[in-house]
């Protein structure tokens, strides 16, 4: 099992910047992916950013060039930097770890989540 903490969020003007943690509490060396995900109101939950243990980054169309994910390894934690934001950003944002224990077994993990709220 691994339990996830989420911080950093908070409420900034449009244009603005914030950097979400996501430390875990294990080594995320064998965490396969860590990815962050966002549900805004009244939308589904999306994925927004993930990262592979391999290093392969992935990005929604809508973030990408503006946002960051990368990991500390010795920190065990995960970041998503913010930049550029817009109000269309504005979520709830949540860690989430998946462990490949075999090709039919993917056990996923979530943080509380985040509020991120982007002002016009």
């Known amino acids: 099992q691994v339990q996830l903490v989420e911080s950093g969020g908070g409420l900034v003007q449009a244009g603005g910047s914030l950097r979400l943690s996501c430390a875990a509490s294990r080594s995320i060396f064998s965490i396969n992916a860590m990815g962050w995900y966002r549900r805004a109101p009244g939308k589904q939950r999306e994925l927004v950013a993930a990262l592979t243990s391999g290093g392969i980054r992935n990005y929604a169309d809508s973030v990408k060039g503006r946002f960051t994910i990368s990991r500390d390894n010795a920190k065990n934690t995960v970041y998503l930097q913010m930049n550029s934001l817009e109000p269309e950003d504005t979520a709830v944002y949540y860690c989430?770890?998946?462990?490949?224990?075999?090709?039919?077994?993917?056990?996923?993990?979530w943080g509380q989540g985040t509020q991120v709220t982007v002002s016009s």
């Open positions: 989430n770890a998946q462990i490949v224990m075999s090709v039919s077994n993917i056990q996923g993990y």
